[in-house]
């Protein structure tokens, strides 16, 4: 895993998620405005929990780009 150092964006390898996985994400629902559906350019990923503490986070201190925190 690594982040785009112009984007922010997390740039993740993991497997790929299986059907329940996606439907269960689908009950869940998405941000208003936004389809649970998936489509064909993008992918739903399970990211095993240890795998949590290599995702980047902002310094103590430091405004997050995507949430304003």
Known sequence: MTQDEVT?????Q???ADDET????QE???V???STEVPPHE???RLPV?????IPRPAKGEE???TGT
């Open 14 to 16: 993991s497997w790929k």
């Open 28 to 30: 869940v629902g998405s």
């Open 43 to 45: 992918t739903v990923i």
């Open 8 to 12: 922010g964006d997390l740039i993740i």
């Open 50 to 54: 240890n795998m949590l503490r290599f």
């Open 22 to 25: 996606v439907r269960e994400a």
């Open 64 to 66: 997050s780009a995507t």
């Open 32 to 34: 208003p405005g936004h």
